[in-house]
């Protein structure tokens, strides 16, 4: 049996942290995720892990009960078009924000990113933490909530264009999901900036 990851709960024990991480960088179509969450100092839940090592019905169980145990909790997401506009890191990057800043309850006095990309948020400093979904409880809980909020919109936007299979493949650039592209062209909600089709790269 695999053992149960042990999550350190922060990393400055007197301050408020919020862990903030993002859903959707690598997808074809639809927003880039984002979430910021604070929760107490003793939280545990023996599920909670990087949203990648996670079961869909795991995360789906974990949501309510980060949401309803956080002190503060925000998602935020950034547009395909505004992908477009200012390109995948920075919109990543931007979504962060946008998830800090719609923290209502409590103001974090610093941040833990995960990965190694950030641009500073005026006020709070931050640390950057590759990997850090598996290796502190915020940024595991802000990478659950931002994963499963963007897959609920997938899964909405899936039934307005059926023919992505975007219920299966959550618009990641699949085979099934490029030959849609080529046989039907790109929706609205794809990222024109990104490469659609493999071979064809300025078809569109």
């Excluded at 960088?25 to 003793?42: E, F, M």
């Excluded at 506009?85 to 998830?99: D, F, Q, T, V, W």
């Excluded at 909020?149 to 975007?166: G, K, N, S």
Aim: glycine share 6%.
């Amino acid at each position: 049996m695999k053992k149960a990851v042990a999550l350190l709960n922060c990393m400055n024990q007197g301050l408020v942290e919020a862990g903030c991480d993002e859903a959707g960088r690598g997808p074809l179509a639809g927003p880039v995720y984002a979430a910021a969450v604070i929760l107490p100092k003793d939280f545990h839940h023996p599920l909670l892990n990087d949203s990648k090592k996670l079961t869909a019905k795991q995360r789906e169980l974990l949501r309510p009960i980060i949401e309803e145990q956080a002190l503060d909790w925000c998602v935020a997401s950034v547009s395909a078009a505004d992908i477009d506009k200012m390109n995948i890191l920075r919109a990543s990057i931007h979504a962060m924000h946008l998830a800090i800043a719609g923290l209502k309850k409590m103001t974090p006095e610093h941040l833990l990113i995960d990965g190694n990309r950030f641009y500073a948020y005026p006020g709070i400093p931050h640390t950057c933490i590759v990997g850090g979904d598996g290796k502190y409880t915020a940024i595991a809980a802000a990478s659950i909530l931002a994963k499963t909020h963007r897959d609920e919109f997938m899964l909405r936007i899936a039934a307005e264009y059926p023919q992505y299979a975007w219920e299966k493949n959550m618009a990641y650039p699949t085979k099934e999901h490029r030959e849609a592209i080529r046989k039907y062209g790109p929706s609205p909600y794809h990222r024109m900036s990104f490469r659609l089709l493999d071979n064809d790269p300025e078809l569109f």
